[in-house]
């Protein structure tokens, strides 16, 4: 089984809907990341967590809000779906150090609003 | 704010050709630097990390040297596989904070 999961893989969405990306693993890593990734460009940060009590966000986070439920769960909300919110979604997860802070990454979830 | 480049954006080769892709980055001021391959429909695989304080790292055919005072980074592919052919994509974390700034990725074809 996959170590990083996410949910739906691929969803299409209408303007103004409200929709929820979940994330969930089973490394036992405190930190959790939100990416977006658009075309010709990098992942982008929208939301970190280095454990329950502590959400932060990234440097797009406008438009988004989540939710730590537990330390295997981080979701991602768009409250009111956009068409330039449009673009592949990542998950991730990583230790905290002193341990290695590579990060392990979720198959993505390919978001559509229309 | 760090801006990572990554030069070519789409490189094709021949099997068994030596691959080479290129990573700059702006702010010297890092903490490590890491090498992700990204194939469709699948996330991103950490290859190789290289903390602030080394010069390279090697995995099997991969090798990766960092340069932090001049802002580069360049990963070595050997004798290239059509297995090989994916995205790859550098990212830098600052010495300062917990983010990760990506390259846009190098889209290597290896053709057999």
């Known amino acids: 089984d996959a170590d990083v999961t996410q949910t739906p893989r691929n969803r299409i969405t209408k303007t103004g809907k409200r929709i929820m990306l979940e994330c969930s693993q089973t490394k036992g890593h405190d930190r959790m990341y939100w990416y977006r990734q658009d075309p010709g460009l990098g992942l982008r940060l929208i939301y970190y967590?280095?454990?329950?009590?502590?959400?932060n966000k990234g440097e797009i986070s406008d438009g988004y809000s989540v939710s730590r439920q537990a330390q295997a769960k981080f979701s991602l909300s768009l409250e009111s779906a956009i068409p330039n919110q449009t673009a592949l979604y990542f998950c991730?997860?990583?230790?905290?150090?002193?341990?290695?802070?590579?990060?392990?990454f979720g198959p993505g979830t390919r978001l559509l609003v229309l | 704010k760090q801006e990572v480049t990554q030069i070519p954006a789409a490189l094709s080769v021949p099997e068994g050709e030596n691959l080479v892709l290129n990573c700059s980055f702006t702010d010297s001021a890092i903490y490590n630097l890491q090498w992700f391959r990204q194939d469709p429909g699948k996330g991103l695989t950490s290859l190789l990390l290289?903390?602030?304080?080394?010069r390279e790292q090697t995995s099997g055919r991969l090798n990766a040297s960092l340069d932090k005072s001049s802002g580069r980074s360049t990963l070595y592919i050997a004798a290239s596989q059509p297995g090989d052919s994916a995205t790859y994509l550098c990212a830098v974390r600052g010495s300062n904070d917990y983010k990760l700034s990506f390259g846009a990725g190098t889209t290597v074809t290896v053709r057999a």
């Open positions: 991730a997860t990583s230790d905290s150090p002193p341990y290695q802070e590579t990060q392990y």
């Open positions: 290289i903390q602030s304080s080394q």
């Open positions: 967590s280095f454990d329950v009590k502590d959400i």
